[in-house]
């Protein structure tokens, strides 16, 4: 994946970028920033790309 590909990232969060990004741009910010911002903020809450979900707590050690 190079760097800026959006491909690896589920439909929410693709909404909730888009969504985080017109909340920056009413702020004033640039549609760079609005949009590096919300990039980051997704990425913040979710650790990036698309992750499956089942499976996914702390490992337990045996």
């Given at each position: 994946?190079?760097?800026g590909d959006k491909s690896a990232y589920t439909?929410?969060?693709k909404r909730q970028a888009e969504h985080i990004a017109h909340s920056e741009r009413d702020q004033g910010r640039?549609?760079?920033d609005a949009a590096r911002?919300?990039?980051a903020t997704v990425n913040k809450r979710d650790g990036g790309g698309k992750k499956s979900g089942s499976g996914r707590a702390h490992a337990r050690h045996h």
């Open positions: 994946m190079t760097r439909d929410k969060q640039s549609k760079n911002i919300a990039w």
